[in-house]
């Protein structure tokens, strides 16, 4: 009898099951107005949500729960309490009691090691960062991405185009990912950390691109460009770098301690981006300059 060989099919990445949890992101309220006059008002819904691995309590996040597990997966992940969405078996989110409970697959090694020393970060809704904010960040290599003066133009005319909970409520942050000028992924939360995180979790639940057996989850960074509406603190720019993403735009600034670790990983920080004005605060040499599309300089008389 001949037997014959099939063709080994590669096995697919395990991916963590996520409960798709929904809640509201704003409510109505009553407000009185400067002319005495009653009107109603949408607000963002902050709410509580502690999360617990292994029936172990980890920390309590302020949120809007727009996409809880993908939030809690990105925050495990960038505050490297696991190594990929990989060794996560579940994430399951109730909003009734304001938790989100995940399950790895053989536990989290040294976890009371990681989490004992707490560092308060300054992101909105009081970020914290378990371990050495700093560690491991020597070791990050970013790959050669660069961008066009066109295409910050195009992302930034995205950003302002795109129907979002601030332009109705207001007291949120926002953060995307893009590729070239085409955005990926938006999402918003009351604080920039928490957006970020929450991409962070949709880039690891993607298939990645290569085909080999047994090759980790998650999408590949090396051309994506990170958006927030919010400062660049060291936190953003750490995070961005641990996520691989090579160049980081914002409208809003960037503090000294944040400059100085884009500057150390030669990530392309670039801030005070409205319209057609920007400053590049590091690695120039990734943002390919086409400075006629500025227009041109007023002359102050």
């Not at 969405?85 to 989100?100: F, L, N, P, R, Y």
């Not at 090759?215 to 995070?239: N, P």
């Amino acid at each position: 009898m001949t037997m014959r060989t099939l063709p080994r099919v590669p096995l697919k990445p395990r991916l963590p099951r996520l409960s798709r949890a929904q809640v509201a992101v704003t409510r109505s309220i009553e407000v009185l107005n400067e002319y005495g006059e009653t009107q109603s008002l949408q607000i963002p819904a902050e709410r509580a949500l502690t999360v617990y691995v292994d029936k172990r309590e980890i920390v309590t996040l302020m949120t809007l729960g727009a996409q809880p597990e993908w939030l809690v997966l990105g925050y495990l992940l960038n505050q490297r309490l696991v190594a990929s969405a990989q060794e996560v078996e579940s994430i399951t989110v109730d909003w009734e009691v304001g938790a989100a409970a995940v399950k790895t697959y053989q536990g989290i090694v040294n976890l009371e090691k990681k989490t004992a020393k707490r560092v308060v970060t300054t992101g909105c809704g009081q970020g914290s960062v378990f371990g050495d904010l700093m560690a491991d960040v020597d070791s990050i290599q970013l790959p050669p991405a660069t961008i066009t003066q066109s295409q910050l133009y195009g992302i930034v005319n995205t950003i302002r185009l795109n129907d979002s909970i601030y332009k109705t409520a207001g007291s949120v942050h926002g953060c995307a990912l893009f590729q070239g000028e085409h955005m990926l992924m938006f999402v918003e939360d009351v604080g920039r950390h928490n957006a970020l995180d929450a991409i962070a979790g949709w880039m690891a639940m993607q298939p990645n691109e290569s085909n080999v057996q047994g090759a980790r989850t998650g999408m590949s960074a090396q051309d994506k460009v990170f958006y927030t509406t919010g400062r660049l603190t060291s936190e953003m720019i750490i995070k961005s770098a641990q996520m691989g993403v090579p160049i980081v735009i914002s409208r809003s600034g960037i503090t000294q301690m944040g400059h100085q670790v884009a500057q150390s990983l030669n990530l392309c920080a670039i801030g005070r981006a409205t319209n057609k004005r920007f400053l590049c605060f590091s690695a120039p040499e990734r943002l390919v300059l086409e400075t006629a599309l500025a227009g041109a300089r007023l002359k102050v008389a």
